[in-house]
């Protein structure tokens, strides 16, 4: 079955700790992006991916990184100089950058001890 | 002013009821609108796309998207306990520009 895969679901990390989200995809689509969630805020845009090797901020990018090496991988490092990192993290892909219409993993929960 | 808002609920209805869901923007150049819904620890699915201003029609779920008032809404008919979901309704130019409401968190009862 072609989707999304995030892994892992649930992860807990001390302060101070840098900690890396996968996400892998196997729907053929160039572009990619992760969010963040948190309640009564909506999904907000961390960083997406157009194409290999290239990859743009979104409105909250401060405090985390990623890297773009292969089209179905897009992985998404919190660093410790993330203030507030605890939030539901969501990975996505789309076939077009000019629609919006987003296909979602099911999330990766991160709790900072 | 956020560019989209959304009435996070919760809204409660009964079952069979018809629900209105609702979102209004300030950015006149959003071109196409959508409505996600997403069940408790899921990730959001794609639910009704529209593109520019119009009625679209799948099943139960109507999305008209009124962009003269910069208003879109949802309905869902015949509701049944399987719709109780976060609904979120999100607009854009590109999808790198996507801007999601807070969503309204619905539950049906039986």
């Known amino acids: 079955d072609g989707g999304i895969t995030q892994s892992p679901k649930y992860l807990f990390r001390k302060e101070g700790q840098n900690v890396t989200l996968s996400c892998e995809q196997n729907l053929n689509h160039d572009a990619m992006y992760w969010y963040r969630q948190d309640p009564g805020q909506g999904l907000r845009l961390i960083y997406y991916s157009q194409i290999v090797n290239d990859f743009q901020k979104g409105d909250i990018a401060e405090g985390y990184s990623v890297s773009r090496e292969k089209k179905e991988s897009f992985p998404l490092t919190v660093t410790s100089a993330q203030k507030n990192p605890t939030a539901f993290y969501l990975c996505?892909?789309?076939?077009?950058?000019?629609?919006?219409?987003?296909?979602f993993g099911e999330g990766s929960r991160l709790t900072v001890l | 002013q956020k560019e989209v808002e959304q009435d996070p609920g919760p809204l409660s209805v009964p079952e069979g009821a018809i629900v209105s869901l609702n979102c209004t923007y300030s950015n006149s150049a959003f071109q196409y609108f959508m409505w996600y819904r997403q069940y408790s620890r899921k990730g959001p699915e794609l639910l009704m796309y529209?593109?520019?201003?119009g009625n679209k029609e799948d099943g139960r779920f109507t999305a008209q998207v009124d962009k003269s008032s910069k208003y879109i809404s949802l309905f869902i008919r015949d509701s049944q306990p399987s719709d109780s979901a976060t609904y979120l309704c999100?607009?854009?130019?590109?999808?790198?520009?996507?801007?999601f409401g807070q969503g309204t968190r619905l539950t049906i009862n039986p």
């Open positions: 529209t593109y520019s201003s």
């Open positions: 999100a607009m854009s130019e590109g999808a790198q520009k996507l801007v």
């Open positions: 996505a892909s789309s076939i077009s950058t000019d629609t919006g219409e987003l296909f």
